[in-house]
């Protein structure tokens, strides 16, 4: 029975990446990229789907970039959608690529949160997984000494960290830690995931105070339930059923911090992939 193993991370895999062209020109970008969605991910979940217009240099028009998750998913896409209508009216070309593109390496990355739900639901359904908070709190600063209490001039201290003052404002680092479990009920499956999170920030009220501790809770159950993630294995089988698979590893308590503390003016969005320069198709 074939087999096919889904990570929970960028896929890097050349066998995975389609390129759709001879696209029309008489369509709209947003209208090509929701077509170009729709028909491919009925084949399987899709990691990036990009539309680019044409080099000026050829007709006008444009092409698309689709990657699937699952090497399987893509060979299906392409035999069944090349040569064929897709959405306009004449035949669209659809391919394989035969190596890897610059444009389409991503370091073998995680998932972002939203990637992380989108795929679990995909595969498995809403109901299919669930999440339990094990411990949410607040942990102390690296710098902050032990028995340092409020202090006067013109600086406060917050338990939730350290306090400075940088040009006459006082600022504050709160630091969140979270451990979660991630469950797979129908599989008998379960693993934990891990985070912390800080950011420091001025001090000007309790209200700014309290939208920080809200944000960081929401923001570090995030980056737990990512990490909880990234040691599932999804198991792809032939006649569609789907396992779930663990990599081994200990258990994780919240005092095994990762060794990266991630700072909230570090969190970027999923960066933006380079217009191919090069294309190689099979």
């Known amino acids: 029975m074939e087999v096919d193993i ?29 077509r170009v969605s729709s028909a491919f ?29 699952c090497s399987r998913h893509a060979l299906q896409a392409q035999r069944s959608t090349d040569g064929t ?23 073998n990355q995680l998932l972002s949160h939203s990637r992380c739900l989108e795929l679990a639901n995909h595969c498995l359904g ?16 690296d710098s902050l000494e032990e028995g340092q209490g409020h202090e006067a001039s013109g600086r406060s201290q917050d338990v939730s960290g350290r306090s400075q003052e940088v040009s006459g404002r006082s600022q504050t680092t709160l630091r969140y830690g ?12 379960s693993t934990r995931g891990v985070a912390v999170i800080e950011e420091t920030f001025s001090l000007s009220g309790p209200a700014v105070c309290m939208q920080k501790h809200s944000k960081l809770q929401r923001w570090v159950r995030d980056k737990a339930l990512v990490h909880a993630f990234s040691s599932v294995l999804l198991i792809l089988l032939g006649d569609g059923r789907v396992m ?4 081994p590893g200990d258990q994780l308590r919240l005092e095994d911090q990762p060794d990266e503390v991630i700072k909230v ?9 380079e217009e191919p320069a090069d294309l190689a198709f099979s």
């Open 6 to 34: 889904i990570e929970f991370k960028a896929p890097t895999e050349s066998n995975k990446a389609l390129f759709i062209w001879d696209l029309q020109a008489g369509y709209s970008h947003a209208y090509i990229y929701e």
């Open 85 to 107: 209508l897709l959405f306009q009216s004449t035949p669209v070309k659809v391919r394989l690529s035969t190596r890897q593109a610059p444009f389409l390496q991503f370091d």
């Open 265 to 273: 003016n570090e969190l970027v969005t999923e960066p933006e992939e």
């Open 244 to 247: 779930v698979e663990l990599r």
């Open 41 to 69: 991910s009925s084949f399987g979940p899709l990691f990036l789907v990009k539309v680019l217009p044409n080099s000026p240099s050829v007709s006008p028009g444009f092409y698309s970039l689709v990657k699937f998750y």
């Open 126 to 141: 809403f109901n299919g997984w669930s999440t339990r908070i094990i411990n949410l709190k607040v942990l102390p600063s």
């Open 178 to 189: 979270c451990l979660l479990e991630l469950s797979f009920p129908q599989h008998g499956v």
